[in-house]
T-cell receptor
Framework: DVKVTQSSRYLVKRTGEKVFLECVQD?????MFWYRQDPGLGLRLIYF???????EKGDIPEGYSVSREKKERFSLILESASTNQTSMYLC?????????????FGEGSRLTVL | GQNIDQPTEMTATEGAIVQINCTYQ??????LFWYQQHAGEAPTFLSY????GLEEKGRFSSFLSRSKGYSYLLLKELQMKDSASYLC??????????FGKGTTLSVSS
């Protein structure tokens, strides 16, 4: 069974803290993505990666960075968390060989920044 | 840039048919995808269209007109469990999927 696992379901952090959100997939997928989802705004793309050590900016990369040192792991980093980064963060992966638009999502990480 | 529009909310009754429309404006369009998301859960893939026409998958069908920048998702024989958000997403060549804001469908008995 395909699986995308996000390290934390719920996090509460303080303004200015550094936050790491981890995502691991076991499907040997080349492509990995980070989205955030907010009411009324839908899913917005933060960063994505097509290969190890590669990263591309999405629509809203400001305030975020990513790391992809291994194929199965894609980390989202908030260097200095702010209250407007309170959101649900969704990680996804897809195969370059199969249907590239079929994304497999993790369960999500709900981050609250106080 | 890209823009994807779909209605915010729709309501329907069990057993009915509902059509959720999606219009898109993208450069280098490469495919249109539909996802379903139940409340509190992650989105799951439903269907996709790359070429013009209708793709049928059980009770769900999806249609695409590339010339019009238009797609719809058709749900037949609605069931209560179809109450969910339906997300339209377009892929630009060389980039990731960009999602619309989603249509929340409420099915009542």
């Amino acid at each position: 069974d395909v699986k995308v696992t996000q390290s934390s379901r719920y996090l509460v952090k303080r303004t200015g803290e550094k936050v790491f959100l981890e995502c691991v997939q076991d499907m040997d997928h080349e492509n990995m993505f980070w989205y955030r989802q907010d009411p009324g705004l839908g899913l917005r793309l933060i960063y994505f990666s097509y290969d190890v050590k590669m990263k591309e900016k999405g629509d809203i990369p400001e305030g975020y960075s990513v790391s992809r040192e291994k194929k199965e792991r894609f980390s989202l980093i908030l260097e200095s968390a702010s209250t407007n980064q309170t959101s649900m963060y969704l990680c996804a992966s897809s195969s370059r060989e199969a249907l590239w638009g079929e994304l497999f999502f993790g369960e999500g990480s709900r981050l609250t920044v106080l | 840039g890209q823009n994807i529009d779909q209605p915010t909310e729709m309501t329907a009754t069990e057993g009915a048919i509902v059509q959720i429309n999606c219009t898109y404006q993208t450069s280098g369009f490469n495919g249109l995808f539909w996802y379903q998301q139940h409340a509190g859960e992650a989105p799951t893939f439903l269907s996709y269209n790359v070429l013009d026409g209708l793709e049928e998958k059980g009770r769900f069908s999806s249609f695409l007109s590339r010339s019009k920048g238009y797609s719809y998702l058709l749900l037949k024989e609605l069931q209560m469990k179809d109450s969910a958000s339906y997300l339209c997403a377009a892929n630009q060549a060389g980039t990731a999927l960009i999602f619309g804001k989603g249509t929340t469908l409420s099915v009542s008995s």
